[in-house]
């Protein structure tokens, strides 16, 4: 067995903790070879759930578990981290407005942002799906100097994974039988999940649909999915969020299906004529640890006006914390 890669989870006591701990112990993020050690953040007051987490990993006695570190000092606990998981955040209150938001979570990805350049691995690679999760994870690839800002990501694989859900049911396929959808833009209700490259079977999925659908039904589902589900459980999806976390670092390490991209929010190189810096889902693939954005898709214009309005909204985002001082 090789060495473990040192895994760190934050808010790693919540729900998608409750999910993805066990997913990622079983082997499920880094394949059935590689032992893994979990380090766990969380604040004070969640260790003692924390620890009752760790009862549980231990109980389920996983081959490829070397070891489960727990704390609530990010300078402690990403020491060495290979691979980090940034889930815990905090989310919107009653009555907050989206600046207060905004500063709130600052306060959290700002220092975490530090802890990683700080005492992360050489090769750590870091993926925010706490959200505001493109925006926190501006903020902490900018309070990281040290650590190339292509190695922040923010998780859109769940908005991807359920747009391929969507259009297999209206299909009569299966997500198998899907190719090349994309997720632009936003981790939020102004995203845009593109069909127009997409194949069903090998036929272009536009023309399995119509655009009455599309705009009606397809596009406000995805878009709308997250609150559906807090609407419906009374709580944030949690499974399929841990499930999309598990699958977006797993491809980023291990690679993406030949044939076939996934939706990556990564820091924007100014493809597509997209804002340089802002972290915003493009379709990635990836092959030795490292992703690309996929070059020379034909935008049309329906697909270029919702892409411009997400990119805008990341746009007003990332000014709302630069005039807080959270980012450059
Ligand atoms: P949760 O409230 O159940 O758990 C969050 C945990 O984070 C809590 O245990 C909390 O104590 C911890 N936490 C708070 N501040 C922390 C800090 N500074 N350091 C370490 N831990 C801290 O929430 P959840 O359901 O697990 O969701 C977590 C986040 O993921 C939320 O922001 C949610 O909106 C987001 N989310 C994102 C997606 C996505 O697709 N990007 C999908 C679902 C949920
Ligand atoms: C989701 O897409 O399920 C979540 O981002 C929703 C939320 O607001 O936590």
Redesign the pocket.
């Known amino acids: 067995m090789s060495t473990p890669v040192k895994v760190a989870v934050?808010?790693?006591?919540?729900?998608?903790?409750?999910s993805l701990l066990f997913r990622i112990a079983s082997g499920s993020l880094l394949g059935p070879d590689t032992p893994v050690q979990l380090r766990l953040?969380?604040?004070t007051?969640?260790l003692k759930?924390?620890e009752g987490v760790v009862m549980e990993l231990d109980d389920c006695a996983f081959p490829l578990l070397s070891g489960v570190e727990i704390g609530?000092d990010?300078n402690v606990v990403f020491d060495g981290a290979n691979i980090a998981l940034l889930?815990?955040?905090?989310?919107r209150s009653k009555g907050m407005e989206r600046g207060d938001l905004l500063e709130a979570n600052g306060?959290?990805f700002k220092?975490?942002g530090a802890a990683l350049n700080a005492h992360a691995a050489d090769d750590i690679k870091v993926l925010?799906?706490?959200?505001p999760?493109n925006t926190n994870a501006l903020i902490a690839k900018s309070n990281a100097p040290d650590i190339p800002a292509e190695r922040f990501n923010?998780?859109?694989?769940?908005?991807h994974n359920r747009a391929l859900a969507q259009l297999a049911a209206k299909t009569g396929t299966t997500v198998n039988d899907i190719r090349h959808l994309t997720i632009w833009g936003n981790?939020s209700a102004t995203q845009y999940p593109d069909v127009f490259h997409a194949e069903v079977n090998g036929q272009n999925a536009s023309e399995l649909v119509d655009q009455a659908w599309l705009e009606s039904t397809f596009i406000p589902t995805v878009q709308q999915r997250?609150a559906a589900i807090i609407e419906a459980r009374g709580?944030?999806?949690?499974a399929?969020?841990a499930n999309?976390?598990v699958d977006h670092m797993r491809d980023w390490v291990l690679g993406t299906p030949e044939g076939d991209w996934v939706s990556m929010s990564v820091p924007s190189d100014g493809s597509y004529g997209i804002a340089e810096g802002i972290i915003t889902s493009f379709p990635c693939t990836t092959s030795g640890g490292d992703y690309s954005i996929v070059q020379g898709l034909e935008i049309n214009e329906f697909s270029q006006a919702r892409i411009d309005a997400s990119v805008a909204e990341l746009q007003e985002e990332r000014e709302a914390v630069r005039s807080l001082g959270l980012v450059d």
């Open positions: 934050t808010g790693a006591a919540g729900q998608i903790g409750y953040l969380e604040i007051p969640a759930a924390l609530d990010a889930v815990g955040a905090r989310p306060a959290i220092p975490q925010v799906t706490g959200n999760a923010a998780l859109t694989r769940l908005d981790h997250g709580a944030s999806s949690a399929s969020a999309a976390t």
